[in-house]
T-cell receptor
């Protein structure tokens, strides 16, 4: 079975600063994928970034980067230069190889202040 | 057209009603999913359809009945629901190449309230 743990119910950051959202995972699958999604108040889950378990380099997508530490089973999301529009719930998720069915964490609410 | 569209956005129904949630994807994907998001709980996978066949059913009560008539449409038929079924129901789709993991794209969800 797969499990995702997000230990930060809420995070606060000032505009233009960087913030790290924590995610640890547990799985017995040798091959898996790790995802981060953003959910604004409108409800839609917006895909941000993906890291494959065999990828050698950390994934980056614009202001988002994933700090993947396989031995520690962590996949933290780093948002650089925070913007007011980044205020939302952020979910870490994982899937097993061959399927896109996702196991989600409980999420972290990020609030960006001016 | 947005990638994944869900209707209605909001639904209030009584416990004896029958209603359906609709999901349509315009991305040419071959897999579709229903997730349930309850307050203070992680998203839970309910059903998975790949190439219009149900491939996963996570012990969901029979009062929820999915239907996938083609690769672009997915329905969730609801009947005799309970108040604890009130939640945000999210539809997602993905393209499933063999042996690879790809991201799923989600709709905006249907906020269901059972009274």
């Amino acid at each position: 079975a797969q499990k995702i743990t997000q230990t930060q119910p809420g995070m606060f950051v000032q505009e233009k600063e960087a913030v790290t959202l924590d995610c640890t995972y547990d799985t017995s699958d040798p091959s898996y994928g790790l995802f981060w999604y953003k959910q604004p108040s409108s409800g839609e889950m917006i895909f941000l970034i993906y890291q494959g378990s065999y990828d050698q380099q950390n994934a980056t997508e614009g202001r988002y980067s994933l700090n993947f530490q396989k031995a520690r089973k962590s996949a933290n999301l780093v948002i650089s230069a925070s913007q007011l529009g980044d205020s939302a719930m952020y979910f870490c998720a994982m899937s097993r190889s061959g399927y896109s069915t996702l196991t989600f964490g409980k999420g972290t609410m990020l609030l960006v202040s001016p | 057209e947005t990638g994944v569209t869900q209707t209605p956005r909001h639904l209030v129904m009584g416990m004896t009603n029958k209603k359906s949630l609709k999901c349509e994807q315009h991305l040419g994907h071959n897999a579709m999913y229903w997730y349930k998001q309850s307050a203070k709980k992680p998203l839970e996978l309910m059903f998975v359809y790949s190439l219009e066949e149900r491939v996963e059913n996570n012990s969901v009560p029979s009062r929820f009945s999915p239907e996938c008539p083609n690769s672009s449409h997915l329905f969730l038929h609801l009947h005799t629901l309970q108040p604890e079924d009130s939640a945000l129901y999210l539809c997602a789709s993905s393209q499933e190449p063999r042996g690879r993991v790809t991201e799923a794209f989600f709709g905006q969800g249907t906020r269901l309230t059972v009274v």
